[in-house]
């Protein structure tokens, strides 16, 4: 994997979780799956549906499927046990190495922080399980900002840059998936893609 990254001597690093520094975006696909079958999808699951929500938080993204597949159920308990089956899965998670050597590096000389949709109940469990945790001091979920302030919105990175005590527009962010990108250059930074594995 080949990262485009810009020229510049960025104040901070900002990377996004799930699909960006670890391969976890197939387990939460089969978690999805199997908790969606459950409340009564009985169609195929639409895997690029799936993708291009990558980055929404998982309490929207139930929402979304509900009206998108004309399911009802009550999101939270959805969710709840969406991220169970996701944790059961856990030990199936790898590190995307080419980010996570990245982020290695610049980690030495520069703060770095994790933006991630899911929540932390997910998201630290995830950092553990591929021993990264210690290298973020800062983790921003969708719990640290406003009820649907989450990517797309810029709020998520605003605040992690705020908590590292750097400018936005200093920072470079990393992302694998469009709503994340979205945030990012709504807060005013740049931004490297990173290919879906």
Request: glycine letters at 8%; charged letters at 20%.
């Amino acid at each position: 994997m080949l990262l485009d990254i810009p020229d510049g001597d960025f104040a901070a690093y900002l990377f996004d979780l799930d699909g960006t520094l670890v391969d976890s975006m197939p387990v939460h696909l089969r978690a999805w799956e199997i908790a969606l079958r459950r409340v009564g999808l009985m169609v195929p699951f639409d895997e690029a549906y799936f993708y291009s929500l990558g980055g929404v938080s998982t309490l929207e993204s139930a929402v979304i499927f509900a009206q998108h597949y004309g399911l009802t159920f009550d999101a939270h308990v959805l969710v709840e046990q969406k991220e169970h089956l996701y944790l059961e899965m856990l030990p199936e998670v790898r590190v995307i190495e080419p980010v996570a050597d990245f982020a290695r590096r610049v980690a030495l000389s520069r703060p770095v922080a994790i933006v991630t949709g899911g929540g932390p109940e997910i998201a630290l469990p995830a950092l553990d399980a591929t021993g990264l945790r210690s290298l973020f001091p800062v983790v921003i979920t969708p719990q640290d900002v406003a009820p649907g302030r989450g990517k797309p919105a810029p709020d998520m990175f605003l605040l992690a840059a705020e908590r590292l005590g750097v400018h936005a527009s200093h920072c470079l962010v990393f992302e694998d998936a469009l709503p994340g990108v979205a945030a990012a250059r709504a807060a005013g930074m740049q931004v490297v893609t990173v290919p879906r594995r």
